[in-house]
C-alpha cells in the first residue's frame, strides 16, 4: 500500500513534443507529491511538486497534473529539449510519527532526440 | 547558501568490511534522510534524523545506523558490508512542514 507505480520505465521523445510521465499510489494519507529529475552520476534534483488540495501546478515547461479521486499524478514536459534526457522520479511523502518519509517510484529514463 | 554535499563521492570495499559516509546538509536545514539507490531503481528511505534523533527508519537492517551531530550534519555507518550494500547512497536534508527534500550528489559504495 505503500508502493508508488510509475509508468513508463522509458521513454523517447522528439525535440519540441510533450513527454508524459504517470505515477499512481495507493495510500491516501500521503500528503506530497515532488518529482525529481536525476542525471547519470547525481543526485536527484527537485523539480516540481503538488499537494493534494490542488489540481495543477505549471512550472516553466513542466506541469504536474493530480487526479485525487484516481489516486493518479502525472508530469508534462512541454517543447521537450535534449538537455531534459535524463531520469525522472516520482515521489510521495508520507508522515509517520512525526517522520517524512519519501516513497519513489521505479523512475522513467527520458531521451529527447534532437 | 550551500547545497547539500557528501563525502567521499566514490568508495570501494570488500564483504565483512565497515564504511561510514558523510553529508552535510544544506543551511538552515535541521532534518537528514538518507536513502540507498541501487542501480536502475528508485531511492529508498533508510532512516531520518532531526535534532540529533533517529526520527523515522525504512526497512533496513541494524547493521545500518547513524548519527546527526549538532551542526546537522549527519553520518551513515554499515558494518559487515554484503555485495548487495553495493549503490548510491544520497543524503538530503530538509526543513519546513512538508520537509521538502534536497538532496546531495551521493557516495558510489562498491562492495567487492
Known amino acids: 500500500q505503500q508502493q508508488v507505480k510509475q509508468s513508463p520505465q522509458s521513454l523517447i521523445v522528439q525535440k519540441g513534443g510533450i513527454s508524459i510521465i504517470n505515477c499512481a499510489y495507493e495510500?491516501?494519507?500521503?500528503?506530497?507529491f515532488p518529482w525529481y529529475q536525476q542525471f547519470p552520476g547525481k543526485g536527484p534534483a527537485l523539480l516540481i511538486a503538488i499537494r493534494p488540495d490542488v489540481s495543477e501546478k505549471k512550472e516553466g515547461r513542466f506541469t504536474i497534473s493530480f487526479n485525487k479521486s484516481a489516486k493518479q499524478f502525472s508530469l508534462h514536459i512541454m517543447d521537450s529539449q535534449p538537455g531534459d534526457s535524463a531520469t525522472y522520479f516520482c515521489a510521495a511523502s508520507l508522515r509517520t510519527s512525526g517522520t517524512y518519509k519519501y516513497i519513489f517510484g521505479t523512475g522513467t529514463r527520458l531521451k529527447v532526440l534532437a | 547558501e550551500t547545497g547539500v554535499t557528501q563525502s567521499p563521492t566514490h568508495l570501494i570495499k570488500t564483504r565483512g568490511q565497515q564504511v561510514t559516509l558523510r553529508c552535510s546538509s544544506q543551511?538552515?536545514?535541521?532534518?537528514v534522510s538518507w536513502y540507498q539507490q541501487a542501480l536502475g531503481q528508485g531511492p529508498q528511505f533508510i532512516f531520518q534524523y532531526y535534532r540529533e534523533e533517529e526520527n523515522g527508519r525504512g526497512n533496513f537492517p541494524p547493521r545500518f545506523s547513524g548519527l546527526q551531530f549538532p551542526n546537522y550534519s549527519s553520518e551513515l555507518n554499515v558494518n559487515a558490508l554484503e555485495l548487495d550494500d553495493s549503490a548510491l547512497y544520497l543524503c538530503?536534508?530538509?526543513?519546513?512542514?512538508?520537509?521538502?527534500?534536497?538532496f546531495g550528489p551521493g557516495t558510489r559504495l562498491t562492495v567487492l
Open positions: 543551511s538552515g536545514h535541521n532534518t
Open positions: 538530503a536534508s530538509s526543513s519546513g512542514a512538508y520537509n521538502e527534500q534536497f
Open positions: 495510500n491516501t494519507a500521503f500528503d506530497y
